[in-house]
């Protein structure tokens, strides 16, 4: 048998192990959910940023909003690399014409975001950052309406609502670090 004090010391021992490996922002509050408390959809902005591990580090509203749109940058290149490798097996069909749309659009907000929405970014830019980001966010639409034009159902539905949902919260995280 195991005694009451064997057991309340095994407990404290997890209990500190545990801790002892969570970043020191979840001491207080973290600062990502408490900028996705002022969002429209507080549990999506805490889903979609929690994709970026260091979101859970982000001591600053800076440090959130760079994470958000690090993360619409990332999904916006990975769909691009998708829809790239979708391409080669279609072409000369309508789905490849659809895809090829999908592509110009992705390569567009791709662009737009690692370069013109990250430079304007860190030169403190959150209303120019926040313009292209949301730009981006039409794209998944874009390419869904590609596919609607030829009667066909799209692939790459999920990749396109992942886009939509990630730049969607990107935009609205960098939105509030124009209300300071």
């Known amino acids: 048998m195991v005694s009451a004090a ?3 010391a095994i407990v ?11 970043p020191a922002t979840y001491g207080d509050t973290n600062m990502a959910a408490r900028m996705c408390l002022k969002t429209t959809n507080p549990m999506l902005c805490m889903v979609v940023l929690k994709v970026n591990p260091k979101s859970a580090y982000a001591s ?5 909003g760079s994470v958000a749109l690090q993360i619409a940058s ?6 691009l690399g998708v829809i790239n490798n979708l391409n080669k097996g279609s ?3 309508p789905e490849g014409g659809a895809l090829a749309q999908c592509l110009w659009a992705y390569q567009d907000a791709d662009n737009n975001l690692k370069h013109n929405a990250r430079t304007g970014f860190d030169r403190g830019d959150y209303v120019g950052a926040m313009a292209l980001v949301s730009g981006a966010q039409i794209v998944g639409d874009i390419c869904e309406n590609a596919f609607k034009m030829i009667g066909k159902n799209s692939p790459v539905s999920k990749i396109d609502r992942q886009m939509t949902e990630r730049c969607g919260v990107a935009a609205e995280v960098i939105g509030l670090l124009t209300h300071k």
């Open 6 to 8: 064997t057991s309340i």
């Open 12 to 22: 404290l021992i997890v209990i500190a192990g545990v801790s002892s490996g969570l």
């Open 60 to 64: 600053t509203k800076q440090d959130v």
């Open 74 to 79: 990332d999904t916006a290149e990975y769909n």
């Open 91 to 93: 072409l000369g069909t």
